[in-house]
Structure formats: structure tokens, C-alpha cells
């Protein structure tokens, strides 16, 4: 049959996921009563069905190219899919609470989350320079409403603003880029696109390099590399909790998993040019990232500037244009994301003067009010600033193993001399939490039993994966063997 089970099957998630909003759509407009509650349930289970459906699509089709080169349906997809729709689950969690208390427009933000979610999900399997702006769009436009969603605070409302804007421009030298792609090569299809570059070799147009100059400027946005990083510690502050913590996290991979579809694989004629400019680009990040971290006092700031460090390690690994390095980038955006959720979570269930922590002071008392929370922070922040034997620590080595092979010793020496700068600003966040005696403030726990067992459970992991951490590599390393 034309359009039967098996033609939609390769999008069987997306098209639940999209079901889903419609249904939660019309929870948010015609239940009143608890509506909030019927909203977030709504959610959950559109995550959870969309989730499950990912294993029954991937038990009925087979791997490749879908819907004339528009998605590529692979193990990268799939697993990335996964990994999105599951923290995506976790936020939900872990910032019911705080969205509950806003009152205004708290539907909404669950309604703007799942949208994203769909861009990032098409993001994932994009075989087509349409499908890649696409899903850019659609994972983005809905995260510039969520900053802005709380209109009576007039920092969310500045902080959304330039999001957007900023976010337009970076759309548009994107676009500009696949324009040029599109002149030199006459297609939008990633594959058709490396064939032409392949036999085309000592033809190739001096827009070429203009383009892959564009592209990647669209990408560092964002991923927020210096020097497109300047949006990320204003909307980090300005945003709410929660939506700090999305941003912070599921958009990354997304855009990782992009990234190596279009440079490692369309472009991968041209490594030479995207490798050097990779390379300046997560240099510059791990230096500014770094530095202006250390002097920082607010928390979201502070994790902004950490943020753009990270995005600079994990660079590194694609800059080698190396499937080991590929492997490695992968592994440390995993990492990088499951300590995050673990740090905001932390955040979302605390009380401080009644208020939700903004600064690091903020975080005093809290050894006395939950050890298990302070232990769980002190294993996230060992986990980013790369102590053994939490994971962390093997993701950076990775990272700095494959930049050793690859004989760039002096970038390498730089990354590390870097991480043990950045440790400081971690450290000094541990410092408060353990040692600062200020009886002035309180730290209050305000989370039930299943957001603490599932921080708990967020935390072990950190562990576990650096205790195992060769099997996670190993599944990066398959994930990204086709490329």
C-alpha cells in the first residue's frame, strides 16, 4: 500500500509527537479546572508513546535515505532521538514545580517545549539543506517565545528579545551559506552534495569556502562559540529555570548531530578549510569561555560562560576531522548534557529567601539543609571540571588523546591548561556550598520523592559512566561510523 504503516514508519515519532501537541493543545483550552496538572500529564505521555514508538519503527524499516533524500534513517537518528525525547522527559520533571508557580502562561511553556522537541527530532535526521533549516526553525523559534513567555518580568521580555534577534541574524547568514552551497553544487541534498564535491574536485567555485564560512557561523551560534557566544550569558540570566535548562542542554546535540551530517559527511572533501576554522573557533571559546567564567557571581553566568567553554572542548574532537574524534565529541556532549540536567535540578528544588537560587552565595547552607544534594552537586561540578574518576574526566581525555594522535600537542597543552583554570570556578562553587557559614541564608529543599530519586539517579550515572566509560564510547563510536 502507498501510504500505509510502513510509508509513514520512518516518521512514526515525529507524527505522534506532533498528535500529541494537538492534544495537549486542546487540554490547555478547554479544561479549567487543574489544567495546569492535565496539560503536564498530556505531555508526559506524548513523550512517553513518542518514545516507545522509536523502537517499533526501528524494528519495521530499514536504515538509509527516506522520502526522496529528505531524512536519513540510521542509528545516530534513532539514538539521538531517544536521548532528546528522554531529557526532554527529565526537564518537564525536574521544573513542574517551578513552571506551576509562575501561574501565567504555564500551559504554554509545555506546549513551546514539545514544538522544539519536533525540530530537534527532524534536526537529527536531516538529509536535506530544506530539512536542516527547517528543523533549525522550528527547534528555535518556539525557545525565543519560552524565554519571553513570562511577560510581566521585564528581564525575560529583554532577554528574549535578543535572543530572537540575534537568532534572526544567525538564520540568515546561515541561509545565505546554503544558498551559496546550493549555487556551487545545484542540490540540497547532502548526498548528491558530496558526490558533486567528490567528482568535481579541482573544479570547485571560490564560494565554495564562502559558504562553509557562513554555515558554520550559523552553527556556532547555535552551539554559542566565541565569537557568536554573546547572547548566551543575557538569555541564560534573563530566561526562567527551566527554560535555562533546556537551552542549556537538548539543543546542543541537535546541532551537533547536524553538524557532522553536513561537514564530516556532505562536505567531507573540504575537511581541510572546516577543520581550521573548527579549530579557531573552539580554541577562542575555551579561552574566553574560561576566563570570563572566573569572574562571575551569578550562577546562570556562570554556567553560560562554562557553557561556551564546553561547546569549545567538544569542538576540538570534530576539528581533528578524525571518526575518533567524531566519537569523542559525541561521548562529551552526552556528558556535558546529563551533568546539566543533574546542576539545574539541583537549582529547581531548592528555596533560597524564597526565591529560587540566582547567585552562587545562594548556594550557602545547602551542606546543612541536604547533604545528598550537596554530594550530588559536588559530583556534577567534579564531572565538569574533569576530576577523576567521574566521567567528565574521560571525556576531556578523549578528547585530548585524539587532538595528541593527530600530533596538535600545543593545542592540546592549551585545553589542558585551561581545564585546570576552569576547575577554580567549580571549585569555588563547591567551597560555598561546604564551607561558607552564613546563617543569613537558608538553603530550603522543596522536591518530591520521584524528582529525588530520579536526581539520585542522575547523579549515579555521572558515576557509572566513569566507571564504564569504554562501553558509552564504544556505542559513540558505532553511532558515528557511517559518517
Not at 564562502?210 to 562559540?225: E, P, R
Not at 531548592?350 to 550557602?364: F, V
Request: aromatic residues 14%; glycine residues 6%.
Amino acid at each position: 500500500m502507498l501510504f500505509g504503516l510502513e510509508y509513514f514508519a520512518p516518521i512514526l515519532p515525529e507524527m505522534i509527537l506532533l498528535f500529541g501537541i494537538f492534544v495537549t493543545i486542546l487540554v490547555r483550552l478547554l479544561v479549567d479546572k487543574c489544567s495546569y496538572e492535565k496539560v503536564y500529564l498530556s505531555s508526559q505521555i506524548t513523550l512517553a508513546i513518542s518514545f516507545m514508538s522509536l523502537f517499533f519503527t526501528a524494528n519495521i524499516i530499514y536504515y538509509g535515505s527516506v522520502y526522496s533524500d529528505l531524512l536519513e534513517i540510521d542509528a545516530l537518528s534513532f539514538f539521538v532521538k531517544g536521548l532528546l525525547i528522554f531529557g526532554m522527559g527529565i526537564i518537564f520533571c525536574y521544573g513542574k514545580s517551578y513552571v506551576k508557580e509562575l501561574k501565567n502562561n504555564n500551559g504554554d511553556y509545555y506546549l513551546l517545549a514539545l514544538l522544539s522537541l519536533l525540530g530537534m527530532m527532524i534536526l537529527s535526521s536531516a538529509a536535506n539543506l530544506l530539512m536542516v533549516y527547517l528543523g533549525i526553525e522550528v527547534m528555535s523559534l518556539p525557545i525565543y517565545a519560552m524565554v519571553a513567555l513570562w511577560r510581566d518580568d521585564s528581564i525575560c521580555v529583554e532577554a528574549g528579545l535578543k535572543y530572537f534577534i540575534t537568532g534572526a541574524l544567525a538564520s540568515c547568514l546561515l541561509l545565505y551559506g546554503f544558498s551559496l552551497l546550493y549555487g556551487v553544487t545545484a542540490s540540497l541534498s547532502l548526498a548528491e552534495i558530496k558526490v558533486f564535491l567528490l567528482t568535481h574536485a579541482q573544479n570547485h567555485s571560490f564560494l565554495l569556502p564562502l559558504a562553509i564560512v557562513f554555515i558554520t557561523a550559523g552553527f556556532a551560534f547555535k552551539l554559542g562559540l566565541v565569537p557568536l557566544h554573546m547572547w548566551a550569558p543575557d538569555v541564560y540570566e534573563g530566561s526562567a529555570l527551566p527554560v535555562t535548562m533546556l537551552i542549556a542542554t537538548l539543543p546542543k546535540i541537535a546541532t551537533l548531530t547536524v553538524t557532522l551530517r553536513v561537514f564530516v559527511f556532505a562536505l567531507a572533501t573540504e575537511h581541510i578549510l572546516w577543520s581550521k576554522i573548527f579549530l579557531l573557533l573552539a580554541i577562542s571559546s575555551i579561552i574566553i569561555g574560561n576566563l570570563v567564567a572566573l569572574r562571575q557571581t551569578n550562577l546562570k553566568r556562570l554556567l553560560a560562560y562554562s557553557s561556551i567553554a564546553h561547546m569549545g572542548y567538544m569542538l576540538l574532537g570534530v576539528a581533528t576531522a578524525d571518526s575518533y574524534g567524531y566519537s569523542a565529541s559525541l561521548f562529551y556532549i552526552i556528558v556535558y548534557i546529563i551533568a546539566n540536567l543533574a546542576i539545574f535540578g539541583v537549582m529547581l528544588s531548592m528555596h533560597n529567601k524564597k526565591c529560587y537560587p540566582s547567585n552562587i552565595d545562594d548556594l550557602s547552607g545547602l551542606n546543612k539543609a541536604s547533604p545528598l544534594f550537596s554530594l550530588l552537586l559536588l559530583v556534577t561540578l567534579f564531572s565538569m571540571a574533569g576530576v577523576p574518576p567521574i566521567v567528565g574526566f574521560m571525556a576531556k581525555m578523549w578528547v585530548f588523546d585524539i587532538l595528541i594522535h593527530q600530533h596538535m600537542i600545543s593545542v592540546a597543552v592549551l585545553a589542558v591548561l585551561f581545564t585546570l583554570l576552569g576547575a577554580y570556578y567549580y571549585i569555588r562553587v563547591i567551597k560555598t556550598i561546604y564551607f561558607n557559614d552564613d546563617s543569613s541564608i537558608t538553603a530550603t529543599i522543596i522536591c518530591s520523592m520521584p524528582c529525588k530519586a530520579l536526581l539520585c539517579t542522575n547523579g549515579s550515572v555521572l558515576l557509572l559512566f566513569g566507571l564504564f566509560p569504554s562501553q558509552i564510547f564504544n556505542l559513540c563510536s558505532y553511532l558515528t561510523i557511517g559518517l
